[in-house]
């Protein structure tokens, strides 16, 4: 990451000038707000009926899934197959704390987001050795250990599953811990750290004899990444009533990164936008079931072959575009 | 002791499937670095064309090993020609995205035409067995079979690496691809050889798992493909004996692990020795460590 004067004396006067009421921030929380108020509004009139609130479900947990793995593969660019297991252990907590134990809904999301960080560090740590495909084949290993003991573990149903999670993810759970993901993790992007990672992403060697501490801003991104994972597990646990180890296999993994990589590697927006597209074309592939697999498998290859870098590549749209932005951000390879 | 011998036995039968499959990603990889997701449906699809051999055209046990190796390496040339071409050039992440949808595809595409449902295999072997050392271990015919065609495969591929051109060729590639170019190998024609004899390896796995085991399905390639590939890494990605004997060091610790109680586990034993060799020795057991160069 290079950046011009002109761009760095921007960069800090803007860091100056940092402000939270600015009028452009005053715009995006007003729009925010707006939104839920009207899904909100729209769900309470039964325009919206139960058919698109699943979906809505859906894509929610689908965004903070790919937004959370786009930090760790996207931005620090750390090659991750097993994102599926921070998610169930997320769910698993949630599941348990609530169902089992009787907990409330915001007990059970901040331990699923908590013990999931915590195994985001447990993979973090020992996969520090190692890069590229082994890392893949690691995470992958790491998101099958996970599977194998779920399936084994009597207290939590085995292969049978988790059944009775009361239901309390409702749109305003989702919505603000979708806009919370969001905003987090491009906030995070966008500070000091956030710069560390990129610069891991774009060449490792190169960051750490600048300085950077490549080993604590990897595990960082794991951890932030799996902290993510987790509250989508919770969210997807309690809107389901019923996970099960099968449902967080490898091809869950493989899913959200399919998201991340065809809404383009590096772009928070290209996440979401991600997310939306494959979810609904997944549900439109519902209709027929023994051509689903194999139509998103076609449409997964056409992908890869003319669009590699994804549907944004790595830019981000701007809802409030400044004048005269010369943003020096490589391309990634 | 008996019990011994018999898991030894049966280990080695399932090692040698493990490390017929493993060939095949080692060797891709070594060439081409990209980890051949769909490997292991190409091992399936070669058990269903010995099926479809076996059960509608009466075939023997040969006829149809030979007849399906011949039909997967025709299936790994064409995968590698549709699929994997096109993306040579790009992002590793994108190269195997694109392996996964091709595995998804053989997977799922298969799945239209035949059907979810197991489909056992015809007996195309006497059922004969033999008493080892004068004890109950049991010794099949199949078991047999299975460790004498891997074993003859093994020289086979050996001697095809070592003592012929296209094999110098693909040592060469995987050493240096643009080296090799710019000393007149041409390239696509030798990472064409080489998903042929990967591929064809792999249908001779599949055949000879639908002979021991029976039972076929169209999704059975994903595991013993994730196993196949570990296996390929616990000897080291990329070297050939590594591989060979990742799939017998895997098979036999797996049916160990069964013997002792952990048949539930035993997929995470797996998972658990891929990750201690990955974090102790990244290489592999017989890979030796390469210096990063800035």
Known sequence: MVYSVVTRRRRCKEMFDMKIGTKKNMLTFGLVLAIYLVVQLLLNMGILDSYIEINMVIIGINIILAVSLNLITGFTGQFSLGHAAFMSIGAYTSGILTAKLGQPFIVGVIAAALTASMAGVIIGIPTLRLKGDYLAIATLGFGEIVRIIGLNNDYIGGAIGLNDIPQYTNWTWLYFSVVLTIFIISNFIKSYHGRACIAIREDEIAAEAMGVNTAYYKTLAFVIGAFFAGIAGALHANYFYFIKPDSFGFMKSIDILVIVVFGGLGSITGSVVGAVALSILSTLLQGIPELRMVIYAVVLFLIMVYRPQGLMGDRELKLFKKVGVVNGNASSK | ?294
């Open chain 2, 1 to 294: 002791m008996e019990q011994v011998i018999q898991q030894v036995v049966n280990g080695v039968s399932l090692g040698s499937i493990y490390a017929l499959i493993a060939l095949g990603y080692t060797m891709v990889y070594g060439i081409i670095k990209l980890i051949n997701f769909a490997h292991g449906d190409i091992y399936m699809i070669g058990a269903y064309v010995g099926f479809a051999l076996t059960t509608f055209f009466n075939f023997g046990f040969f006829p149809a090993l030979i007849v399906s190796m011949l039909v997967t390496s025709i299936l790994g040339i064409i995968i590698e020609k549709v699929a994997y071409k096109p993306l040579r050039n790009s992002t590793r992440i994108a190269a195997l995205i694109t392996a996964i949808s091709v595995s998804m595809f053989l997977q799922y595409g298969l799945m239209y035409f035949v059907t979810p449902q197991t489909r056992t295999y015809p007996e195309v072997l006497p059922n004969v067995q033999l008493k080892l050392f004068g004890t109950n271990a049991v010794i099949d015919l199949k078991n047999i079979y299975i460790l004498i065609v891997t074993l003859v495969l093994m020289v086979v591929l050996q001697y095809v690496i070592h003592r012929t051109k296209v094999g110098k060729a693909m040592r060469a590639v995987a050493l240096d691809g643009d080296a090799s170019q710019l000393m007149g190998i041409d390239i696509n024609k030798t990472i064409s050889y080489t998903f042929a004899i990967g591929s064809a390896l792999a249908g001779a796995a599949g055949v000879l798992v639908g002979v021991y085991y029976n039972t076929i399905n169209p999704l059975m390639g994903s595991v013993p493909g994730l196993k196949a590939f570990i296996a390929a890494v616990i000897g080291g990605i990329g070297i050939i004996p590594g591989a060979v004997f990742g799939g017998f060091f895997l098979g036999i610790v797996e049916t160990g692990v069964s013997a002792l109680g952990g048949s539930l586990y035993k997929d995470a034993v797996a998972f658990v020795i891929l990750i201690l060799v990955l974090l102790i020795k990244p290489n592999g057991l017989f890979g030796s460590n390469q210096k990063e160069k800035v």
